[in-house]
């Protein structure tokens, strides 16, 4: 059974960075994506940009070209997302996916708040 | 960007009764494979989203038979035949061809 386990929630004053994890089982990262997604408050869903860890090449929405940075550890099968000069509208749920969104790991809260 | 249009915002449907949901993108969904990246989701009250269909048509593992989906380039549809209590959530289509990867603004679905 293919799991996504995704860390727990952050409080990130404005300014500062959060690294968000993504720990897959029952699936070898090196053979598929992984994908970003936030949803804020109410709304719905954005996709951040994805990785592909057998190779480290990533693509991002422009929009977080700046804000977000994409790695992955395949001797760990973990993919990781940071984010970087957090602002109030970073406030949100972020959810890792695996494929084409075939699998979604539990959504980790991001609160910016000072 | 491919924008996403879903139609309608939201549904109200009694336990039994069959819905329809549209999903038409800005630009044609084929890929220089041939194939239509067109997915459908459905997002159940505080969870994570769950893929039902993928590549317009195809049924996610252990997704029940009363899902479908149709459609060709641009313009899509996902059908729900006997709507049960469980199916209760915001349906989102998503489109997988083009980058940046977009969604639906969604759908959300109420029990009567």
């Known amino acids: 059974e293919v799991q996504l386990q995704q860390s727990g929630a952050e409080l990130g004053k404005p300014g500062t960075s959060v690294k968000l994890s993504c720990k897959v089982s029952g699936y070898n990262i090196r053979n598929t994506y992984m994908h970003w997604v936030n949803q804020r408050p109410g709304k719905g869903l954005e996709w951040i940009g994805r990785?592909?860890?057998?190779?480290?090449?990533?693509i991002y929405a422009e929009k977080f070209k700046s804000k977000a940075t994409l790695t992955a550890d395949t001797s760990s099968n973990t993919a990781y997302m940071q984010l970087s000069q957090l602002k109030s509208d970073d406030t949100a749920i972020y959810f890792c996916?695996?494929?084409?969104?075939?699998?979604w790991g539990q959504g980790t809260l991001v609160t910016v708040s000072s | 960007d491919v924008v996403m249009t879903q139609t309608p915002p939201s549904l109200s449907v009694a336990i039994g009764q069959s819905v329809s949901i549209s999903c038409k993108s800005s630009?044609?969904?084929?890929?220089?494979?041939?194939?239509?990246?067109l997915h459908w989701l459905l997002q159940s009250p505080g969870r994570s989203p769950k893929r039902l269909i993928y590549?317009?048509?195809n049924l996610g593992s252990g997704v029940p038979d009363r899902f479908s989906g149709t459609g060709s380039q641009k313009d899509f549809t996902l059908k729900i035949s006997r709507v049960e209590a469980e199916d209760l959530g915001v349906y989102y289509c998503a489109q997988t061809t083009h980058f940046p990867l977009t969604f639906g603004s969604g759908t959300k679905l109420e029990i009567k």
């Open positions: 996916a695996m494929g084409w969104f075939a699998y």
């Open positions: 590549q317009v048509s």
């Open positions: 630009q044609s969904l084929v890929y220089s494979d041939g194939k239509t990246y």
């Open positions: 990785i592909d860890p057998a190779n480290g090449n990533t």
